[in-house]
């Protein structure tokens, strides 16, 4: 009977370990993306820095909760945004943080599948410090060029919330980005494709 209970005990104990594993643990980002990264004050350079390397691309800053629905919409409709520009020069920064008690551990791997796209990083936030260094607004677009040095550079385009800025955004990437010449299956002429 000892051994039954010490089985039994093993086993929830092994089931309960999985659950706070699955629940509390880091989540896993889609395949193609740098692994998630926990920002703070001693690293927020590494943010910048991926930032400034891709100073030849539009940038795309967006700061979400990791359950709040207005930010997992929001994050839904960025990826779609996304897709509409298939292999568009664009740097995608998504950084999760902390807005309502719900949002008391980093994105889960469901969560972060929202954006799968591989041109995005995903990062996680706790302390926000990219809101206090950036700002408040949601979604934030910058123009080729545009740096992050002391102070991260006026946005060409802001919103505070993701779904509201999606329309915005997609005015934005087709007056920045050239259509692509594609050709028609038969040999029919190249027409342009908004990419």
């Known amino acids: 009977m000892k051994k039954l209970l010490a089985l039994w005990g093993l086993t929830m104990s092994a089931i309960l370990g999985a ?18 990264l926990s920002v703070d004050a001693g690293n927020l350079a590494q943010l910048q820095s991926d930032f400034n390397r891709a100073a ?8 979400f909760s ?5 930010s997992l919409a929001g994050a839904t409709a960025l990826q779609a945004l996304l897709s509409e520009f298939e292999g568009a020069p664009i740097l995608v920064q998504v950084v999760w943080e902390p807005q309502v008690e719900s949002d008391w551990a980093p994105p889960a791997t469901e969560v972060m599948a929202r954006i799968w796209d591989s041109r995005a990083k995903q990062y996680w936030d706790k302390g926000h410090v990219v809101s206090g260094k950036a700002g408040a607004q949601q979604v934030r677009v910058f123009s080729r060029g545009a740096a992050w040095r002391e102070e991260l550079a006026p946005p060409a385009v802001a919103a505070d919330s993701a779904s509201g800025s999606i329309e ?4 934005f990437l087709r007056s920045v980005i050239p259509p692509v010449e594609t050709s028609r299956p038969g040999g029919a002429e190249s027409v342009p494709r908004a990419i």
């Open 19 to 36: 659950s706070l594993w699955y629940l509390f643990g880091p989540g896993t980002v889609p395949e193609g993306q740098p692994p998630l």
């Open 168 to 171: 915005a955004l997609r005015t």
């Open 66 to 70: 990791p359950t709040r629905p207005e």
């Open 56 to 63: 030849d691309r539009v940038r795309v800053l967006a700061v």
